[in-house]
């Protein structure tokens, strides 16, 4: 078995198809053929099933394809680091990030970062739940995960700052003329909430409950640029992180009180090389706290 086997098969998985694998990887159709019918006569079980949608891994193929992800991102990190020179960085950086956090700071500093390092290739994956990362951290396919800090958190995490929460509201919503929303004055307003899974929903029901707030939910949604427009249209109002908020919007936002915000950790793989510690310095460096970023009504 290669590598190379390893990432033909991994392209198949994620394009559902030998033909847009062949065309994601630059490479003629046979030879991606030939690459996975050899890795399965090797491993002597089927990889993918053949489906009215397109080709799907088997049992089998998913328990090797998530292997197969762990083995070719070592391989890549550990290309990266043998080619890290003074002003070289070459290879992936594999980041997640759990949806809602650093929505502002993290693109800065994956910026700073490109700009520094042009030949390093970022992919970044936006997690719904702080579970989910930490199996992908357990997997050893991440490099570095950016979440909130919770009683799990690794001794070893990283503290970057605080997001601080704030409410959404729609045009012409009466608390649009306070500086902060007293979140006891929202009683029997309907929410724009998030998957019942999710961590922002969580923090959503906490809040709600310390606050003696009986939700009405108007809507699920599972991103927070969905949620901050549906409130901004009226359908209910919504709590996100500050940094979500788009410019556009910001007239339509207000701080709450009782101040809602969480601490926000950086993780590292324990062998970190330079392009992690790199992203982790930029990550310092960029501001967190978002309390005076909305300015006070006049």
Known sequence: MSLRQFEYA??????????????LLHVAQPSVSQQIRGL?????????????????????????????????????????????GADELVGELVVAVQMG?????????????????PRLEVTVFEEPSSAEM??????????LALMAACEQSPDDAHHLGDEEFVVVLGAGHRQLAADRVELRELEGEPW??????????????????????TPTTAARVSQTAT??????????????PASVVPSDHEHLVRPVLPVVSQPVIAVIRHDAGPAESALLELLRQETWHQSAFFAPVS
Do not use: M, Y
């Not at 930490?134 to 490099?143: A, H, I, N, Q, Y």
């Not at 909430?193 to 310390?210: I, Y």
């Open 10 to 23: 991994l392209a198949v998985a994620e394009e559902g198809s030998v033909t847009a694998a062949a065309e």
């Open 40 to 84: 399965e006569r090797e491993l002597g079980v089927k990889l993918f099933a053949r489906t009215p949608t397109g080709l799907v891994p088997t049992v089998a193929g998913r328990a090797f394809l998530r292997e197969a992800q762990v083995a070719v991102s070592a391989a890549r990190r550990a290309r990266a680091t043998a080619r890290a």
């Open 101 to 117: 956090f650093g929505a502002r700071q993290l693109p800065g500093a994956l910026g700073a970062l490109r700009r520094r390092f």
């Open 134 to 143: 930490e199996r992908l951290g357990r997997r050893g396919v991440l490099d």
């Open 192 to 213: 724009v909430r998030f998957d019942r899974d999710s961590a922002l929903d969580g923090v959503l029901t906490g809040v709600l409950r310390d606050n003696e707030l």
């Open 227 to 240: 949620a901050v427009r549906w409130a901004a249209h009226g359908l209910g109002v919504t709590l996100v």
